[in-house]
């Protein structure tokens, strides 16, 4: 909201999500993406099978082997910058080259590059913090520690903006802060747990050999939605100004259910499914999952529907203000339909492919991530020239559908997992919930002139709206006969 009041969907605001997005792609490979998804499962095992000692040395050589290629990474960021922005913003270069006035969007992207890249350096340490604590069972200090980005970011715009002529340069700043700040926040609950040791190299360690076997393949596999999102960007830049503003906008919204349910769940179960492996507790592995599903299931389906039935009135309320306009969040709005469609899906593959990462199995999902980001990049040629911006959005959802889809497929195929008739009547009743939810929705909605209403009242009404449209799924759901033990107590349980 900050962000949309100080920067609209200018080319300022382009080029900044532009910058920002690629240390954040390569966060996903080396914090909270691949590397947890390889290494929760080693240190799960080792913590599980070895002693104190053996455990402190484990994290020790992990952490200075991270932290040292993590370094190497911003430094070669920070001096490559420039090869990075032609590379993945080829349309400002290409402006740049022939002399137009949209190549200064080229060059301040070289310079906000050099601002927020260190941050892969933070944010990658603080995820291992992260993972460590995670499977400690503790999750509160990292599930937190995103707040704080939040934070600098917001302070940087309000405080560091006027130092600039242009606002872009306070926010890359509020990013290299918060990622400093997230790593030092976390230091003191390791030191708490005992764990907070001298990093050193171990490339050689057989656990760290192991880790990073595992990660290889999971740095493709589980950063498929990330690459999409880089070649969205890349192809992007070669349409209107606004449209890389207007899929970040709408990629917000689709990032909040999906990281309130999906990535929470998500979080939770990785140790969990790690610990049901270890234990060679098949039925258990199962069950999780069933759990796991069921839930994504109950919450993404509805928000998916309310997201789309809402979007426009989504976008006035939360970020219509100063430079973003009631244009701004017509254009959004529209990319947010279309991601929300694929909600349901990317919230399954969070909950899928860490059932191959607790496995020890990193190849599966990268061979069906390769599918998949081919697949994406066919959908984008088909789809980007006839909707432009719109057409990146609605191939990352079918993408992420397709992805969802061969990963629960390969998991049928080994034995591993397949959804019990029980869970498919529960999606079927959620799915009618929905229905009847969305009808009311809209109803309510459309007796509302958005454009004409002050922010007051079209909170108001938004909130009234939703309020609706949330107590009718509730009641349809439990006149369905769902109820709290279904999400809880599997067939096999039972």
Known sequence: MVVANFMGAGAGADVFFFANKIPNFLRR????????????????????????QTLK???????GTLGAIVFVTAILGVIGSPVLAALFGTGWFIDWLNDEP?????????????????????????????????????????AFTPVLLNISIIACAYYLTPYFNIGAYALAWGVFIGGAIQLFFQLPFLYRAGLLVRPKWGWSDPNVK?????????????????????????????????????????????????GLFGIAI???????LSRNHTASDNQAFSSNLDWAMRVIALLGIPASAALICLAYPLM?????????????AQMASYSLMAYAMGLFSFMLVKIF???????????????????????????????????????????????????????????KQLGVFQISKSSMVFIFKVIASTAIMSCAILYVSNNHSWEILSFT??????????????????????????????????????
Not at 29 to 52: M, N, R, S, Y
Not at 57 to 63: C, H, I, M, N
Not at 316 to 328: A, S
Request: net charge positive; hydrophobic share 55%; charged share 15%.
């Open 266 to 272: 998500a979080t939770v179960i990785l140790p969990t």
């Open 102 to 142: 949209a190549g200064e969007k080229f060059e301040l992207a070289s310079t906000l590059l050099k601002i927020t890249f260190p941050y892969i350096f933070f944010i990658s340490l603080a995820g291992f913090v992260g993972a460590i604590l995670n499977t400690l069972n503790q999750f509160a200090v990292a």
């Open 210 to 258: 192991k880790v990073r076997t595992l990660m290889i393949p999971a740095m493709f596999g589980v950063s498929v939605s990330q690459i999409n999102l880089l070649l969205d960007t890349l192809i992007a830049s070669f349409l209107v100004t606004g449209s890389i503003s207007w899929l970040y906008y709408s990629d917000r919204l689709l990032e909040f259910p999906l």
């Open 316 to 328: 006035l309320v939360i970020f219509q203000r100063g430079e973003f306009t009631i244009d701004t």
């Open 29 to 52: 490979l080396f914090a909270e993406g691949a590397f947890a998804q390889a290494f929760i499962p080693v240190l799960t095992e080792v913590h599980q099978k070895h002693d104190k």
């Open 57 to 63: 040395l484990f994290v020790a050589k992990v952490s």
């Open 457 to 494: 009242d079209r909170a108001y009404a938004l909130t009234g709206t939703i309020l609706t449209g949330l107590g009718l799924y509730l009641l349809s759901v439990l006149i369905l006969g769902i109820r709290p033990s279904h999400l809880w107590v599997s067939d096999k349980q039972k």
């Open 353 to 411: 492919a860490p059932a191959f990462y607790s496995r020890q199995d990193t190849k599966t999902p990268v061979k069906i991530g390769i599918i998949t980001m081919v697949a994406n990049m066919v959908f984008n040629l088909i789809l980007a020239f006839p909707f432009g911006y719109v057409g990146l959005a609605m191939a990352t959802a079918l993408s992420g559908t397709l992805n969802a889809l061969l990963l629960y497929l390969k998991l």
